[in-house]
């Protein structure tokens, strides 16, 4: 009887793993991208995890995988951060909460996922094509900040905005890691809290990251290997080539579905 009652379990603990592991590798490869270039968790990992889980539940899990993400690079990168800009975005993403909970909540499963595709298309035209220079001053920031707060809390996808604004300024590669790293540390402890406190449970994207956490940290250790020895160039290619097959994907789910 034990006996049996053990491969019961052992079937079932193994049927649990196998149904994780596509998603668990769809965050390996987002988090192997990230180690490489120092952006793409989110906005790789986001859509993907839409193939397997409810819209609304991938966004929320990718607040605690993001989180978890952040812990394990501030350590390395707190140095090159710019602690008065990350206040300044802040108060932006801080103005953004309300609306963006209210986008979150008052949309469908479907309606998310075409505003997930949409930003993820228009960021991706806007990051290959676009060539404009930003001042780093008070109102841009808030203006990023705000649209990252916006996007972050509908989507899932804090990143775009806070990028793009961040990587056409005169920051340094290392500053723009550090800041970005930094700020969506405290941001996503902030957004994680909003969702709580407005009665939105964390509890299953808390169970369900549980599966993602070893994925997640040897795919960065990976991606931070390799970095020194692939072209960072050939890498970007795969990131843009991948995000566009997966925003195609998308669009042709939402019209056939």
Known sequence: MNLRKGKV?????LSLLSAHIL???AIFVAAFMQGITGFGLVIIAAPLL???YDPKQAIL???VVGLFMSIMQAFLVRRDAQYKLIGVLFVGFLLAQPVGLWIFTHFSADQLKLLVSTVLLISLLLMQFTHHRFSLCHRHSLIAGFLSGICGLTTGMGGPPLILYL?????????????SVIFFLFSGMLSIAYFMANGVSMTQAASESIYMLPALAVGLLLGNAAAHHVSVKLFRFMIFFMLYFICAYMFYSLLVG
């Open 9 to 13: 379990m052992i079937k079932m603990a």
């Open 23 to 25: 998603p668990a590798l």
């Open 50 to 52: 839409m193939l397997f």
């Open 61 to 63: 899990l990718m607040f």
């Open 167 to 179: 990587a056409y300024t005169k920051m340094t590669p290392a500053q723009l890691r550090g800041t």
